[in-house]
């Protein structure tokens, strides 16, 4: 079933009375959950994983389709009127939509980056429609060593670029590496790292380990760190919606974004904080004249811009998670163990063994869209009174659900126990300024990432070169050299650049000086 068709025939999967009114449910707690700051899809799909057991599968994604999308449009509410960013890739709409908030023009601020979303959300979708299936047709002819390589590039990816320091990065990856370790050897039957403790045998539950580090540590970060029971709030009642000035700076802004973002999400390219960023500045170069030196002042472009590339991002993510069996966000991350939870592996194989599933799940992501623009537009007052709920009540629910979540899973005080041990370890990384994402990523991705590497050492009587004997392999390792060292090597130019051009001006000043 190609393209277009398998998108019409997910139409039908979705368009039923139940699992409508899960897409318009997951459509509203995301959103809610979203204006909520910290609090993103990903804890979330978390919370709600054990309460889904016994739901039909289909549904179930559909209303974690709904949370995925919804929260990314909450997020920017929080961003816009508290300048405080619930995710990460909401962060650059703070600098411009809380500058506009501040001036009286919030609600403007709220429209373009709600019909932004839309607009990148819709056509990125049918973008995932349009690419998933060539890229199961490519992905069924790799061997253990491509996937393994894919892998590699997801862990490092994510691991340097996530974040503000590379170093930290690897570091909460190979923290979530070693919890990835933890249990039974599947090839030797040794146990690893149990401590002695026969319930580790069947190594950390991913639902407790997300739930900890997202909720859990979450808490205890605003309980240690916060300076005020409640948020200040900036007020948009009375305020006008979008000009027609506002529409026509805003909808190149919503393309290019979209331009920017779907690709850089099917590709690990570490998050959503990258495209957001790269938005911002080519809306930035494009501007002349005033409206350059508006930006960091209220640019509603650079508004529009980067939100278009979030949701765009968000979308082209279930590329890679779909057709290779392999996350690229912390969120992504956790719906791949929601697909293990009903015992399902997402990668090449889904699209053909499940496909009422996949196309129904990617059909519901436009129905949401639809329906997440309906809700946030008009009612979006309504959304912001959520933020006059006192933190101390607000948080305390977070951990009550929390901790019966986690309980839910297995029936098990122990994993109580271990969700506020890792909670702590959540509270640390925040502490210190490690990021959340790559432990997820390196827990879960880490033990296939294991499955592919001894698949591949065996099938070559473990010759290590073997990695390394496939074109796709080398051509996907010479790509993650040139995304990592780019960087550096733009940076090493433009500082050469910026002292050659000091130099200059100092011979310059010194030769005007002796005439």
Same mark, same amino acid.
């Given at each position: 079933?190609?393209?277009?068709?398998?998108?019409?025939?997910?139409?039908?999967?979705?368009?039923?009375?139940?699992?409508?009114?899960?897409?318009?449910?997951?459509?509203?707690?995301?959103?809610?959950?979203?204006?909520?700051?910290?609090?993103?899809?990903?804890?979330?799909?978390?919370?709600?994983?054990?309460?889904?057991?016994?739901?039909? *599968?289909?549904?179930?994604?559909?209303?974690?389709? !709904?949370?995925?999308?919804?929260?990314?449009?909450?997020?920017?509410?929080? #961003?816009?009127?508290?300048?405080?960013?619930?995710?990460?890739?909401?962060?650059?709409?703070?600098?411009? !939509?809380?500058?506009?908030?501040?001036?009286?023009?919030?609600?403007?601020?709220?429209?373009?980056? &709600? @019909?932004?979303?839309?607009?990148?959300?819709?056509?990125?979708?049918?973008?995932?429609?349009?690419?998933?299936?060539?890229?199961?047709? @490519?992905?069924?002819?790799?061997?253990?060593?491509?996937?393994?390589?894919?892998?590699?590039?997801?862990?490092?990816?994510?691991?340097?670029?996530?974040?503000? #320091?590379?170093?930290?990065?690897?570091?909460?990856?190979?923290?979530?590496?070693?919890?990835?370790?933890?249990?039974?050897?599947?090839?030797?039957?040794?146990?690893?790292?149990?401590?002695? $403790?026969?319930?580790?045998? /069947?190594? @950390?539950?991913?639902?407790?380990?997300?739930?900890?580090?997202?909720?859990?540590?979450?808490?205890?970060?605003?309980?240690?760190?916060?300076?005020?029971? +409640?948020?200040?709030?900036?007020?948009?009642?009375?305020?006008?919606?979008?000009?027609?000035?506002?529409?026509?700076? #805003?909808?190149?802004?919503?393309?290019?974004?979209?331009?920017?973002?779907?690709?850089?999400?099917?590709?690990?390219?570490?998050? #959503?904080?990258?495209?957001?960023?790269?938005?911002?500045?080519?809306?930035?170069?494009?501007?002349?004249? +005033?409206?350059?030196?508006?930006?960091?002042?209220?640019?509603?472009?650079? *508004?529009?811009?980067?939100? &278009?590339?979030?949701?765009?991002?968000?979308?082209?993510?279930?590329?890679?998670?779909?057709?290779? !069996?392999?996350?690229?966000?912390?969120?992504?991350?956790?719906?791949?163990?929601?697909?293990?939870?009903?015992?399902?592996?997402?990668?090449?194989?889904?699209?053909?063994?499940?496909?009422?599933?996949?196309?129904?799940?990617? &059909?519901?992501?436009?129905?949401?869209? =639809?329906? =997440?623009?309906?809700?946030?537009?008009?009612?979006?007052?309504?959304?912001? +009174?959520?933020?006059?709920?006192?933190?101390?009540?607000?948080? &305390?629910?977070?951990?009550?659900?929390?901790?019966?979540?986690?309980?839910?899973?297995?029936?098990?005080?122990?994993?109580?126990?271990?969700?506020?041990?890792?909670?702590? *370890?959540?509270?640390?990384?925040?502490?210190?300024?490690?990021?959340?994402?790559?432990?997820?990523?390196?827990?879960? =991705?880490?033990?296939?990432?294991?499955?592919?590497?001894?698949?591949?050492?065996?099938?070559?009587?473990?010759?290590?070169?073997?990695?390394?004997?496939?074109?796709?392999?080398?051509?996907?390792?010479?790509? $993650?050299?040139?995304?990592?060292? $780019?960087?550096?090597?733009?940076?090493?130019?433009?500082?050469?650049?910026?002292?050659?051009?000091?130099?200059?001006?100092?011979?310059?000043? /010194?030769?005007?000086?002796?005439?």
């Amino acid at each position: 079933m190609e393209g277009l068709e398998g998108l019409l025939h997910g139409f039908t999967v979705a368009f039923t009375l139940q699992n409508l009114l899960f897409a318009l449910l997951g459509a509203f707690v995301g959103t809610m959950i979203g204006v909520l700051p910290g609090i993103g899809p990903a804890l979330t799909i978390a919370l709600l994983l054990p309460m889904t057991y016994g739901m039909p *599968v289909a549904s179930a994604f559909i209303l974690f389709a !709904g949370i995925y999308y919804g929260a990314m449009y909450g997020g920017s509410t929080t #961003s816009i009127l508290l300048k405080t960013p619930g995710e990460s890739g909401s962060i650059v709409a703070a600098i411009d !939509g809380n500058k506009m908030a501040r001036a009286g023009r919030g609600a403007a601020a709220l429209a373009t980056a &709600a @019909i932004g979303s839309f607009i990148a959300g819709t056509i990125a979708t049918v973008l995932v429609a349009l690419f998933a299936p060539g890229i199961v047709d @490519i992905a069924v002819q790799l061997g253990a060593r491509d996937f393994f390589a894919l892998m590699v590039v997801a862990f490092l990816t994510v691991g340097a670029l996530v974040g503000g #320091s590379p170093l930290r990065g690897l570091t909460s990856l190979a923290l979530g590496l070693t919890i990835g370790l933890v249990g039974i050897d599947f090839q030797s039957g040794q146990d690893r790292l149990t401590f002695g $403790l026969p319930r580790l045998l /069947d190594g @950390i539950d991913v639902v407790v380990l997300i739930v900890a580090l997202f909720a859990i540590g979450e808490v205890l970060y605003v309980v240690a760190h916060q300076t005020s029971s +409640k948020y200040a709030v900036e007020s948009i009642k009375g305020q006008t919606w979008m000009t027609r000035e506002d529409v026509r700076r #805003s909808w190149k802004p919503w393309l290019r974004g979209t331009a920017i973002g779907f690709p850089l999400g099917v590709i690990p390219a570490g998050g #959503s904080e990258i495209p957001t960023f790269l938005s911002y500045s080519l809306e930035k170069r494009l501007a002349k004249g +005033k409206r350059r030196a508006e930006f960091g002042n209220g640019a509603i472009e650079g *508004v529009a811009g980067p939100e &278009a590339a979030n949701n765009a991002n968000a979308a082209g993510t279930m590329v890679p998670l779909l057709t290779l !069996g392999i996350p690229t966000s912390a969120t992504a991350a956790i719906i791949l163990v929601a697909f293990q939870q009903y015992g399902l592996q997402p990668g090449p194989a889904l699209l053909r063994t499940e496909s009422d599933l996949v196309w129904g799940l990617i &059909a519901s992501l436009l129905i949401g869209n =639809l329906m =997440l623009l309906v809700l946030n537009l008009p009612f979006v007052g309504a959304w912001v +009174k959520l933020l006059k709920i006192p933190k101390p009540y607000l948080f &305390a629910g977070i951990a009550t659900f929390a901790l019966l979540g986690a309980y839910a899973v297995n029936g098990a005080s122990f994993d109580v126990l271990l969700l506020i041990v890792l909670g702590v *370890v959540g509270y640390l990384l925040r502490r210190f300024g490690f990021p959340i994402a790559p432990v997820v990523v390196g827990a879960i =991705l880490g033990p296939l990432a294991e499955l592919q590497l001894r698949r591949a050492l065996d099938i070559s009587a473990g010759d290590p070169l073997t990695l390394i004997a496939s074109p796709f392999a080398v051509i996907v390792y010479l790509t $993650l050299a040139v995304v990592l060292t $780019l960087p550096a090597l733009i940076r090493a130019l433009n500082r050469r650049k910026l002292t050659r051009t000091t130099m200059l001006e100092t011979v310059d000043a /010194d030769a005007r000086r002796e005439q």
